[in-house]
């Protein structure tokens, strides 16, 4: 076959770059033939694996306290990057907002948006997903909630699975429901609830849905 050249593994366009070799399993040898394609499109995946290691390890490294804040928005300064809030056992926090800080819940683009940064405003009710360092606290994920904010359900904790990231709360009408938990909510929410105890606890969801699915943001237990 002109322009072309052929193995028992199919045929490849003559120019391409390849590297050869072969393997063997003690019983049979095989030879094999990897395009500059390939090899490229390996080295790209290999980078991003990398990238994405490196950026896990920076702002979830050592050093850094992972938590989350229920509390009022007191400020939003879009030029300084900030927003100030008071917490609900009256502790006030002033956060960074960065380039990876997440917004959840609302329309940022209603008209009770207008003055304000992504929707959030003086008076706002919100949850605060965050990583501190020293004294230094960063916005990694704020979710809205009250009328404008998240969906809000309450009922029982029927089953609370953090590896698989589920759980399952029944409503006051005896019905079950299954959610997805964010990987905030994982990690951050309903930290007072203990192994083996999760159905006894009363809890308050806040979720957003999503091609059909129910995303967990935040929960904890209602007193």
Known sequence: MDGAACTLGGCRSRGVSENSGQESNGIFTWKFTVSAKERKTEMKNMLCC???????????????VVSAVEASVKRVDAGAKTISVKTTDGAEHTFHIV???????????????????QGLREGSDVVIHYTKRGSDET?????????????????????LDRSGKKMVVKG????????????????????????????????????????????????????
């Open 99 to 117: 380039g990876r800080t997440a917004v959840h819940g609302g329309d940022a683009t209603s008209d009770l948006a207008k003055n304000s940064w």
């Open 172 to 223: 006051d009408d005896g019905v079950e429901k299954t959610y997805d938990l964010s990987e905030h909510a994982t990690r951050d929410a309903g930290k007072d609830i203990g192994e083996g105890s999760e159905h006894a606890a009363k809890v308050t969801v806040y979720y957003s849905e999503k091609g059909g699915r129910k995303i967990v943001h935040f929960f904890k237990t209602v007193v």
């Open 50 to 64: 990398s990238i994405a290691l490196v950026t896990s390890l920076a702002v979830y490294g050592a050093g850094y």
């Open 139 to 159: 916005a990694e994920e704020i979710d809205r909630l009250g009328e404008d904010g998240l969906k809000e359900t309450k009922g029982t904790l029927s089953k």
